[in-house]
């Protein structure tokens, strides 16, 4: 989905959708900070590249990269970076974020049953280049556009940086064996409300952006699962709906193949495909968009690349068969 800039140089960013990813399972932090830490094994370090609107003179690209780490005192930790810039005017937007989350609450017989909380805080910044951006007074009805006429629109500033704090929760079910285990979460971003320098308002702020998610893994055999999913978020007054599913076989003990799709509501159909080896795992997705926006564009549509390392013990534990309330 398009990233949408909006806010920037506006008067209001009710509407506002953060930068994020079709693989957002890749970069948990920005789903659920609750999510922190949810892989069988002591740390985890995840890349993932997006490319959108190829076809515009400068599309939007996002990078982001996350390191986890669990740790004995029912505490997982980790931080995450995102980058995306987009358009002529050389816009940035950046978050870093630190996260931590608490899974001391376990209930059922063999504490299979858990609930995380998690919590995040860190900073977003964005800025454009005032040089690369080009304005109605520079064009002239003779001569046409001339980059060289000084322009009288005054920008106040092109850099801005505000801390910024989110909360999640995540239930998910570990026992192992089962038919069917069921995660559930809740997050909540932008919880201070960062103020947005950039409004014509000067009292603008970020809203709230509100994410459930959830999904059950079915293991229909040893070799084979089928996990659908599904994602809402609400930010402002613009809403996202996601449903899918991804199917899991396992080739060899140490080899998977994941195989899936994901559909945002009157946006795009994503496809995925997915190969652990060892303890990494490679993604791909491609965004085929059905947008009006898309229409737009051409019909440009995006892909995403991702690469994940888990860093485990040498013999897992039974008990962890399904801590992964995700890819």
Known sequence: MLALVTGLLAG??????????????VYPSWLNPALTGAFDGQYRVSGVYRNQWGNISTPFTTYGATAELTTEKKLNLGVSV????????????????????YTGVRFGKNEEHRVVFGMQAGIIQRRFDRNKMT???????????????????????????????????????AQPGKKANIYAGFSASHLTKPEDHFAATGNASFPLRYTFHGGVRFTL???????????????GTAREKMLGAYGQYKVTSETNLLLGANYR??????????LTWKNMM???????????????VNGSNSFEISL????????????????????
């Open 308 to 327: 994940s390392i888990i860093g485990r013990k040498s013999v897992r534990t039974p008990e962890v068969e399904f801590v992964c309330p995700r890819l």
């Open 135 to 173: 304005f109605g007074d520079q064009w002239n009805p003779v001569f046409g556009f001339n980059p060289g006429n000084p322009s009288s629109d005054v920008l106040n500033r092109n850099n801005a940086l505000a801390f910024d704090m989110g909360a999640g929760v995540l239930y998910f079910d």
């Open 265 to 274: 509501f009157e946006d795009a159909l994503s496809p995925f495909f997915g």
């Open 82 to 101: 995102l980058k995306q810039t987009a358009g002529d005017g050389g816009y940035g937007y950046t978050t870093a974020y630190g996260n931590v989350a």
């Open 12 to 25: 209001t960013v009710s509407a506002q959708v953060d930068p994020h990813f079709s693989q957002y399972y």
């Open 221 to 235: 055999s040893d070799k084979f699962s089928l996990t659908p999913n599904f994602l809402y978020l609400s930010q």
């Open 282 to 296: 490679l993604g791909a997705s491609y965004d085929i968009n059905n947008s009006d926006l898309g229409k737009l």
